[in-house]
């Protein structure tokens, strides 16, 4: 991993619902640090169904609520991500299973990690779970998820050692 990371990726699988709320978390704390400058910030799916699509409308609903606004078009995984981006962090134990049958050399394993490993509350399973086929729940869960484990990766990023 490239040290310190600032080329950060976020990994789902339909690039709709999690990885893009991730993604727009990240980004406003960073906008409210002063920071947008200073890293790169993307997110992709591991499934190709909803390239070019504006994420799911119940996931920007939920960000909204939250004054935040999701833009991204879903966008499919790229094995020269692997190459990219200095940390790469999934959503899921599938996604990141997924991600690490791509990667082809251990630089490239050792950039894949577990989103909620920056969850200081988390309990296992480390995962971000899919809202997809839930309801207004669940896709509130995974906005609080995404914010609080943002808001903790970029505080481990940006300390001072
Ligand atoms: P995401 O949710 O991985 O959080 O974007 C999903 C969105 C779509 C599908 C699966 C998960 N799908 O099967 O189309």
């Keep these: 991993m490239a040290n310190p990371p600032r ?8 690039n709709i619902c999690r990885s893009p709320a ?17 890293f ?22 939920t960000a909204r609520r939250h004054g935040a606004t999701i833009t991204h ?9 692997l190459e990219t981006f200095d940390l790469i962090l999934a959503m899921d134990e599938d996604n990141k299973r997924s991600l690490l049958s791509f990667a082809k050399k251990e630089s490239q394993r050792a950039k ?9 509350d988390a309990d296992a399973p480390l995962e971000v779970p899919d809202p997809y086929y839930g309801g207004p729940k669940e896709f509130e869960e995974v906005w609080t998820l995404v914010d609080r484990c943002t808001a903790r990766l970029l505080s481990r990023l940006t300390a001072t050692p």
Excluded: N
Aim: charged share 30%.
């Design 7 to 14: 080329k950060i990726l976020f990994v789902c699988l339909g």
């Design 40 to 61: 790169t910030v993307e997110s992709c799916g591991m499934g190709d169904w909803h390239v070019g699509e504006l994420a799911d409308s119940r996931m920007r609903e």
């Design 73 to 81: 078009r879903a966008r499919h995984f790229r094995a020269d991500d």
């Design 22 to 38: 991730a993604h727009t978390a990240f980004e406003a704390h960073l906008a409210k640090a002063g920071l947008a400058g200073e």
């Design 112 to 120: 894949i990690r577990l989103l909620r490993e920056f969850d200081e």
